[in-house]
């Protein structure tokens, strides 16, 4: 079972930036093998897709952003600690939400086409959230 624990949240000030961290543990799960993304969500409304990052089968990771945080926002992982990094930098108001970190086995056409961003739905690994306010 694959555990997921996210940690980095808290006030920023706005044009500063966040830097979140998505921690896996859990027991029969190979972490290379799982596409992970960011999510955030505020009340009333749905679940919004912020980045993601494919597994690390091949060599080559691919990445994908939304367009309120693209140009803005790096998304990283170390398979040797089993986490991924979220940097986003010129936050705004809008930015705040509560984030959450999210695994799933899919394929790098699922991360290039926008589709695990879009469907979070079908995604079966969620941590439990960090909220993020963005105030001064």
């Known amino acids: 079972q694959l555990q997921l624990v996210e940690s980095g949240g808290g006030l920023v000030q706005p044009g500063g930036s966040l830097n979140l961290s998505c921690g896996a543990s859990?027991?029969?799960?190979?972490?290379?093998?799982?596409?992970i993304g960011w999510f955030r969500q505020t009340p009333g409304k749905e679940r919004e897709g912020v980045s993601c990052i494919s597994n690390s089968v091949t060599s080559v990771s691919h990445t994908n952003y939304a367009d309120s945080v693209k140009g803005r926002s790096t998304i990283s992982r170390d398979n040797a600690k089993k986490t991924v990094y979220l940097q986003m930098n010129s936050v705004n108001s809008e930015d705040t939400a509560v984030y959450y970190c999210?695994?799933?086995?899919?394929?790098?056409?699922?991360?290039?086409?926008?589709?695990?961003?879009?469907?979070?739905?079908?995604?079966?690994?969620w941590g439990k959230g960090t909220l993020v306010t963005v105030s001064s």
């Open positions: 859990g027991s029969g799960f190979t972490f290379e093998l799982y596409t």
């Open positions: 999210a695994a799933a086995l899919a394929s790098a056409s699922d991360v290039l086409s926008g589709y695990f961003l879009l469907r979070p739905d079908v995604i079966k690994y």
